[in-house]
């Protein structure tokens, strides 16, 4: 998503100043740092419900001295089923941090946004388009 600006017949020009181009220029890099974001909050939030679906086929299994592979990295670790739902747990933990501090990340990118689009739209009207594209 860039900010661009709209040619309209009959509307007045506005001067494009070198500060107004670092606005647009920091709204078009905060906005694809978002997108970023939230892409990157989509896939730990899936890698979440795979640890929570694993911890719950994990409980469900009866036998309790069974050794349970579990991958650190490129490797396989056979632990007890307790070990093994300790781990889950401690990553489960670690992944709804990250996505905390991401989603964090998220709002104050949305508050710089905010106003910036404020300071933008109040310069600049209708003749700038700072709404995402729908395609």
């Known amino acids: 998503m860039a900010a661009t600006m709209k040619k309209t017949v009959g509307v007045e020009d506005v001067n494009v100043t070198f500060e107004d181009q670092q606005k647009i220029n920091k709204f078009a890099r905060s906005t694809n740092r978002m997108t970023e974001f939230k892409d990157e909050i989509e896939a730990k939030k899936k890698a979440l419900q795979n640890l929570q679906d694993a911890s719950d086929d994990l409980m469900m299994c009866d036998d309790d001295s069974l050794l349970v592979p579990y991958q650190i990295g490129d490797v396989f670790i056979s632990h007890t089923q307790e070990e093994t739902q300790e781990m889950l747990e401690a990553a489960k933990e ?24 404020v300071h933008l739209y109040a310069k600049f009207g209708n003749n700038i388009n700072l709404e995402a594209d729908e395609s």
């Open 94 to 117: 670690a992944l709804e941090e990250e996505v905390k501090a991401l989603e964090g990340r998220v709002s104050a990118i949305q508050q710089v946004l905010a106003d910036l689009k």
